[in-house]
T-cell receptor
Framework: DQQVKQNSPSLSVQEGRISILNCDYT??????FLWYKKYPAEGPTFLIS?????DKNEDGRFTVFLNKSAKHLSLHIVPSQPGDSAVYFC?????????????FGSGTRLQVQP | GAGVSQSPSNKVTEKGKDVELRCDPI?????LYWYRQSLGQGLEFLIY????????KSGLPSDRFSAERTGGSVSTLTIQRTQQEDSAVYLC?????????????FGPGTRLTVT
């Protein structure tokens, strides 16, 4: 069973508009959430993270929102730029001390049209 | 350039052969992870090293897979008697793994093709 789900395999937006990528999780032990961007033939690149004690974290054009009661998080990119076109992965970790392996969603391919 | 590096970038091997994949983590990162991404799949956790503790091998798919980390730095993932289903991109990541800082930084990956 998928503990982290990204239900939209792809998203297309116009340059300058907002991109909203969504992610749902089922494991209530998760307490830290991350977004990664991945270009073809490269490893995932860390973008932004959020601890479960917060509901929002902002870094430049990127904002992550966490709704714990709904077990939902989203990544907002404003304004979107053609260079943002990539596959975006949501990831989560948790369970107290010890291994902090990430559980990844299946990814959303974002295409920003010039 | 102090990122995570992996070698080789590509490896083609015949079924039944052994392969070794190498990872150099970011200096000072105590935690090291191996993941793999098979075609059309998400990233799958394989093994975790943290400092001098015994590794967490709970993600390894079979006993043909093993890994070691020497001197708390470089890690080698070994796959014995490779099978076609082992074909995937193998990714290494390192992390500080301190409280509230669990970001993992990934290398470019090794694309393994078993023919």
């Amino acid at each position: 069973d998928q503990q982290v789900k990204q239900n939209s395999p792809s998203l297309s937006v116009q340059e300058g508009r907002i991109s909203i990528l969504n992610c749902d999780y089922t494991n209530s032990m998760f307490d830290y959430f991350l977004w990664y961007k991945k270009y073809p033939a490269e490893g995932p690149t860390f973008l932004i993270s959020i601890s479960s004690i917060k509901d929002k974290n902002e870094d430049g054009r990127f904002t992550v929102f966490l709704n714990k009661s709904a077990k939902h998080l989203s990544l907002h990119i404003v304004p979107s730029q053609p260079g943002d076109s990539a596959v975006y992965f949501c990831a989560a970790t948790g369970g107290g001390t010890g291994r902090r392996a990430l559980t990844f969603g299946s990814g959303t391919r974002l295409q920003v049209q010039p | 350039g102090a990122g995570v590096s992996q070698s080789p970038s590509n490896k083609v091997t015949e079924k039944g052969k052994d392969v070794e994949l190498r990872c150099d983590p970011i200096s000072g990162h105590t935690a090291l992870y191996w993941y793999r991404q098979s075609l059309g799949q998400g990233l799958e956790f394989l093994i975790y090293f943290q400092g001098n503790s015994a590794p967490d091998k709970s993600g390894l798919p079979s006993d043909r897979f093993s890994a070691e980390r020497t001197g708390g730095s470089v890690s080698t993932l070994t796959i014995q008697r490779t099978q076609q289903e082992d074909s995937a991109v193998y990714l290494c990541a390192s992390s500080l793994d301190r409280a509230s800082s669990y970001e993992q930084y990934f290398g470019p990956g090794t694309r393994l093709t078993v023919t």
